[in-house]
């Protein structure tokens, strides 16, 4: 981490240019300069840059730093102006000397400041610019008393009419008008300091770490600070708190938080409640500790639950103090912009990073029963009814736990549940239904609405933890339930496999299959499905694992349930109907849809399918197609896309290829942002595949072990081996475990860094080992990726053995899944191997119509090189154009020079954007809708669609998720003004 002091001096060019061009006027251009701006903006390094070149050029500056002052303010400046004096030397300045000393006594005994003293220092000053150019500084000018404001002002104004020019620097306290006010009411020019942008909060951060900033981590560092984003030294100190409590970890050189939960705080809370108690009145305001505690509660409060002010000022014999005392409080942090509040009275803390810092006396409990205090309150205020409908306090029950009556929880979660909703207010729902389900009798009526919806919620955000919890205390008794509690069985059971299937995935838990919970779950068709489909993916055969599904490093099994083989019955056994202790498990036929978000057995088997052969699959289609026939549905024709993402591990992308809208969301889980990754990485956005990769690496927090995470970072490898980074490509891939059972994508891509890096004979030893070992295992989806990376390391080499072995391979593996992908590979293959450009003419016709956009830059730059014409030339700068690939770059341009043909014009440089264009595009980036857009700009939300389109076509952007993720990661930086 960078110790330079002055790594807060960024992006300040004009402010610092002004300056110093008003340092150098002189006689009748001579300027009273006033700079003000915020505490640790940096005032002071500007104003340090911009007397530089003023003193490398020879001029006298009088410098008072008013913070280290303590005589009266003039008498400072006057001591300044006597020791340049001296250092002068002539009869003269001496004289001056003595002169200024006689005035200086002379107030020092009337005890106020005397016209004289004020007209012998303007005397030195004029003496003093006979000789050489002078200058006055002075900063920190707010702390100049209010009964010398008036002297100094009148002498800096005398000053500045003789010809010197004259700097002030300060801030103006809201509310309190002081020097710095008056100053700039004077002043010939008042310049205000701005707050950092993004950009150069970036810039900043990076100069503090000595490495570049992931834009999540700036975007988390201006959310935690709010309207002090923009300060650089509480930036500064947010950032050194980060590294000091090690909580950021180095993702393909970037610095990111250490996950993306990690709080940010911001280390000077003290200082801060210590300035706003100062100019609030000090003592006799309030007590700074009983101010500190106020803001360190509200902060602890709002953050788990929205507060009103009248929820708050209820609180206050509870916080020590009276309703009006505690009213002064809030009003002071309002007015210091340290907390705000909306236009429905809700509280929240301004700046949370400081909130977070602070610390507070009260225990986890005693939070708690401030919480359930505040459902009281607002009970008794509002009215019982009307209390527990409000959703504000679901989330202070939640909170409260066991310090509020269960009745009362009971009835506020009961309706949060019943109210539903979207965005936050399903959240809510979510968490007050799992709550309800421990808390609600199991004879209660509601149970099983209450647990069909929990499922359901949770099931829609992701909430795998939550979900894998709850089956696991329900469904090795809900058996033993009442008869009319058995119908949420079923559900749960999926639920519960489909959780535990997507922790595997992620590698976060391993789950035992010999539990309770699994023993009952396997016994509904879809939930045996999940776990046979599990066992398949994984590529071994299944093994148990610790009990409770505590982390593991290597990742999840899910094993052998009981009662079947691997991975559960087999798949035409009917699974229904079991007789366990105390009832007999209701039937789910195999011709009915399930109600909630998870797959029938049929589904999950098509998604399983993928992996196999194509007689394997065609026998999984077809019982899709027959389920989806009863149910009224048409039939599906998704072939391609379902094995192509089967074959890149996007999960995610097959189910909801399988599904539609009835998949499970898991909104909140990388699996969404790996399913981005692998949609960028195939249509060439090769800069926003590698953000998604690094945002990845955040959810992991640094210890992601899991399949998802080799994917991710395979993919990251590649793009950054083709790009030409082989140390980048190798830093990805040094995370990524070395077996092979979770799919051929780590093997393709370490078989491509060894070829490039020089080893081409164990690139290719070592990935025909891997196709063995997955061939066996029967995952063949994606193989032919790797067949085809090895056939051609082959050809390179010379090694016809290796060549004929590879063309057998992948022409066997075709025959067995005759997929447009293997077809298309296959020809390519055979082009390579036996030079037939018409092989390869039909490989890059189903390239360019379905395959990603590398393999069809690979496949034209090779009938380049055969054809010998600048069709296939142009057609592959056409694709590495879109690839942005130096390393395709380079090989192009050998090729080109090989058959003797000029590269392809490169596409003229797009022009930057206009100050309008650079608002929309940040606006958009912080999640402004078209209407809000417009309302601040005053233009119509037609002009905004304008706007976009314009920048869409100009970055090739085609969503505003790929828009603000190229914003936030810098891939637009050539488009902004310098």
Not at 405 to 410: D, G, I, R, Y
């Amino acid at each position: 981490m960078s110790t330079n002091r002055k790594t807060q001096f960024v992006g300040r060019k004009e402010e610092v240019r002004e300056i110093g061009a008003a340092l150098r006027r002189a006689e009748g251009d001579a300027r009273l300069l006033v700079v003000h701006g915020e505490p640790g903006i940096g005032k002071t390094a500007v104003l340090d840059a911009a007397l530089q070149p003023a003193l490398r050029e020879g001029a006298l500056v009088v410098r008072v730093d008013l913070a280290d002052c303590r005589e009266p303010v003039v008498d400072t400046v006057a001591d300044r102006l006597c020791d340049l004096l001296t250092e002068l030397g002539d009869s003269a300045a001496l004289a001056l000397v003595t002169a200024v000393r006689r005035a200086q006594a002379g107030a020092a005994r009337d005890r106020r400041h005397s016209l004289h003293l004020l007209l012998e220092a303007r005397a030195a000053v004029r003496h003093i610019a006979g000789h050489r150019p002078p200058a006055v500084v002075l900063d920190d000018a707010q702390l100049v008393p209010e009964d010398e404001t008036g002297a100094l002002g009148a002498l800096l104004r005398a000053i500045r009419s003789d010809g010197v020019p004259v700097v002030v620097c300060g801030r103006m306290e809201p509310g309190a008008p002081g020097a710095v006010h008056a100053l700039a009411a004077a002043a010939d020019r008042v310049l205000a300091l701005p707050p950092l942008t993004w950009a150069q909060t970036s810039a900043l951060t990076g100069r503090r770490l000595g490495l570049p900033a992931a834009p999540e981590l700036v975007s988390a560092l201006r959310r935690a600070l709010g309207p002090l984003a923009g300060n650089p030294r509480a930036v500064l100190a947010a950032v050194g708190t980060l590294w000091e409590r090690d909580r950021l970890l180095v993702v393909d050189g970037s610095a990111c938080l250490s996950g993306p939960d990690t709080p940010v705080q911001l280390p000077i809370g003290r200082t801060e409640v210590h300035r706003i108690w100062r100019l609030a009145g000090g003592p006799a305001f309030a007590d700074e500790a009983f101010l500190e505690e106020t803001l360190a509660l509200l902060a602890r409060l709002t953050e788990a639950a929205r507060t009103t002010v009248d929820d708050f000022l209820d609180l206050a014999p509870e916080l020590g103090g009276s309703v009006a005392h505690v009213g002064r409080v809030l009003d002071a942090l309002v007015e210091h912009r340290v907390v705000t509040v909306d236009d429905k009275q809700s509280l929240a803390c301004a700046v949370p990073g400081l909130g977070a810092d602070l610390r507070t006396a009260r225990t986890r409990r005693q939070l708690a029963r401030l919480h359930a205090r505040v459902v009281t309150n607002a009970g008794r205020r509002l009215g019982t009814r009307s209390g527990t409908l409000d959703p504000r306090l679901c989330d202070h029950a939640l909170a409260a736990g066991a310090e509020l009556p269960v009745a009362l929880s009971n009835e506020i979660l009961l309706a949060a549940v019943r109210r539903g909703g979207a965005g936050a207010e399903r959240r809510r729902a979510a968490r007050a239904a799992l709550a309800l389900s421990r808390q609600l009798a199991s004879d209660d009526e509601s149970l099983p609405g209450v647990l069909r919806t929990t499922i359901a919620l949770m099931l829609d955000h992701g909430d795998a933890d939550g979900l894998l919890e709850l089956g696991g205390r329900l469904l090795p008794t809900g058996t033993r339930c009442p008869p009319r509690s058995w119908e949420f069985l079923p559900d749960l059971a999926s639920a519960w496999a489909l959780a535990a299937l997507h922790e595997q995935w992620l590698g976060t838990r391993v789950v035992d299959h010999e539990g309770p919970a699994a023993r009952t779950a396997v016994r509904f068709p879809s939930a045996a499905a999940l776990m046979a489909m599990a066992a398949r993916i994984r590529g071994e055969p299944p093994r148990g694992g610790p009990v409770g599904g505590e982390p593991v490093g290597r990742g999840p099994v899910v094993g052998e349930p009981v009662g079947g083989g691997p991975g559960g019955a087999p798949a035409h056994a009917p699974l229904s109907g079991f007789h366990l202790p105390g009832c007999l498990l209701p039937e789910t036929p195999d011709t009915d849809l399930p109600v909630g978000l998870v797959p029938a057995a049929a589904e999950t088997r098509l998604a399983t399918g993928t992996l196999g052969t194509l007689a394997e699959f065609d026998a999984a289609l077809a019982a899709v197609q027959n389920l989806r026939s009863s149910n009224g549905l048409a039939p599906l024709d998704v072939t391609d896309r379902l094995r192509e993402a089967a074959s890149l591990g996007d999960w995610a992308s097959a189910f909801e290829t399988v599904l539609g809208d009835r998949c499970a969301q898991f909104e909140d889980s990388p699996l969404r942002t790996y399913q981005s990754l692998v949609r960028e990485y195939l249509t060439g956005s090769w800069e926003v595949a590698l953000a998604l990769a690094r945002r990845i690496e955040m959810h992991s927090e640094g210890t992601g072990r899991g399949p998802l995470y080799d994917h991710s970072r395979s993919l990251a490898s590649e793009i950054c081996r083709w790009q030409g980074d082989t140390d980048r490509a190798a830093a990805w891939l040094s995370g990524v475990e070395p077996a092979t059972g979770w799919g051929p994508l780590p093997s393709w891509s370490r078989a491509g860094l060894r070829h490039v890096t020089g080893d081409a004979v164990g690139a290719w030893r070592d990935g025909w080992r891997d196709y063995r070992i997955l061939r066996a295992a029967g995952h063949l989806a994606g193989l032919e990726r790797l067949l085809l990376r090895l056939l051609g390391y082959a050809v390179v080499q010379g090694h016809d053995r290796a060549v004929r072995e590879s063309l057998e391979a992948l022409e066997e593996l075709h025959a067995s899944v005759d997929s447009h992908a293997t077809r298309a590979t296959t020809m390519l293959a055979l082009a390579v191997a036996r030079d037939d450009v018409d092989s390869a003419l039909a490989a890059y016709a189903l390239l360019a119509r379905h395959g990603d956009q590398s393999l069809s830059f690979v496949t034209s730059l090779w009938l380049a090189r055969a054809t010998g014409t600048e069709k296939w030339l142009a057609e592959a700068w056409e694709w590495c154009e879109r690839l942005g690939a130096r390393r395709a770059r380079q090989t192009l341009a050998d090729v080109a020079h090989d058959l003797g043909h000029p590269l392809p014009r490169r596409r003229a440089t797009r022009s930057v954007f206009s100050r309008l264009e650079v608002e929309v595009v940040g606006m958009v980036a912080d999640g402004w809708t078209n209407r809000q857009i417009a309302a601040v700009l005053a233009r119509s939300e037609k002009s905004v669609e304008t706007y976009l389109a314009r920048i869409f076509e100009r970055t090739g952007c085609r969503s505003r998720l790929e828009l603000t993720t190229a914003w936030l990661d810098g891939g637009l930086a050539r488009f902004v003004p310098g």
